[in-house]
């Protein structure tokens, strides 16, 4: 979801600089809420997966896109699902071009994060996409402004969220401390919105809430209106997640904790300053891109390092009490 909540700058951008083209954006049902504020000329096609299993399904689903008559196809994915959609397209004479990944330049930033450069964001990558099939990209993208808006909360001043979770071990800070986090900052006045998926992170976000803290997980109706309350914060801590990335491109200033995985490799969010990145200079990281492999030490001294005091620190200096 992450990678996905990456391309509504660039999505949103190239519908602005190409008023008169018409753009339709592929993606999982579950992810359409995302482009919920996307210029006019994007049309959001949402498809549930399980509908077009297999070689077979995705020949259905071609046929479906095939009508449509596109000009341009851009794969922003490049896994085997889009390889075969893009494939089909081009055997039909349509122009397609695709993202550049450089996996064998994630592979060498691997264990050399101190002294590699930077990557090319993954924002940046999805630009070029669209800039090699000859079309007019400039970033102009602007955050919704969301007016007389209906969520379960009266959000309190200052209001701060903050996400615990990602999709791998080692991007997820401890959790003991970051309930020290939570109660530090709750402590001094602050109204923390825990945010979170599915039952097991929804029960233990549940047993923090206590006065200035509420777990927003099952409250929310859908996606739209999750992204309607990060509107509303002054502050989203999260890890190296979609939480993060979808609060950025929301408008918010967004504190983001850094382990197995590291911010050159090209995953950073969307017009956050460094500074906002806590991370612990170590030789060995990134362990990996994704923080899917186990640490060779053990307990992931590349989280343990960072304090919870270095986190509300850094609040503060973002508009936390």
């Not at 007389?148 to 999709?167: K, L, T, Y």
Request: with cysteine.
């Amino acid at each position: 979801m992450g990678d996905v909540a990456m391309t509504v700058p660039i999505i949103t951008s190239l519908a602005k600089s190409n008023p008169n083209l018409s753009v339709t954006l592929l993606t999982q049902k579950r992810m359409v809420d995302l482009f919920s504020w996307v210029p006019a000329n994007v049309t959001v096609m949402g498809v549930n997966l399980k509908d077009y299993h297999g070689i077979a399904g995705l020949g259905k689903l071609y046929g479906q896109l095939k009508n449509e008559r596109f000009d341009a196809v851009a794969d922003l994915h490049d896994v085997l699902r889009t390889k075969y959609l893009r494939t089909r397209f081009r055997l039909n004479g349509t122009k397609v071009a695709v993202i550049r990944k450089g996996r064998a330049d994630r592979k060498a930033l691997i264990g050399h994060g101190l002294e590699h450069e930077p990557l090319m964001p993954i924002a940046e990558k999805y630009a070029t996409v669209f800039q090699e099939l000859g079309l007019k990209l400039e970033i102009n993208y602007a955050p919704p402004t969301i007016a007389d808006i209906s969520i379960p909360f009266d959000v309190q001043q200052p209001a701060i969220g903050i996400a615990p979770f990602a999709g791998h071990p080692g991007k997820v800070y401890p959790l003991e401390l970051m309930h020290q986090v939570v109660d530090m900052l709750a402590d001094s006045g602050n109204q923390v919105y825990l945010f979170g998926a599915g039952h097991e992170e929804g029960s233990l976000l549940e047993s923090w809430e206590r006065k200035n803290v509420v777990s927003v997980v099952g409250k929310c109706n859908g996606l739209k209106q999750e992204l309607m309350l990060m509107s509303h914060l002054r502050l989203m801590i999260a890890m190296d997640s979609s939480n993060m990335h979808m609060a950025a491109i929301m408008g918010v200033q967004t504190i983001s904790i850094w382990g197995a995985t590291h911010p050159k490799a090209g995953f950073v969010a969307w017009n956050q300053p460094e500074e906002s990145i806590i991370q612990i200079p170590m030789p060995c990281r990134p362990c990996s891109i994704y923080g899917s492999k186990p640490c060779s030490k053990g307990d992931y001294p590349c989280m343990r390092q960072i304090t919870p005091q270095m986190i509300v620190n850094l609040a503060r200096k973002y508009g936390a009490q």
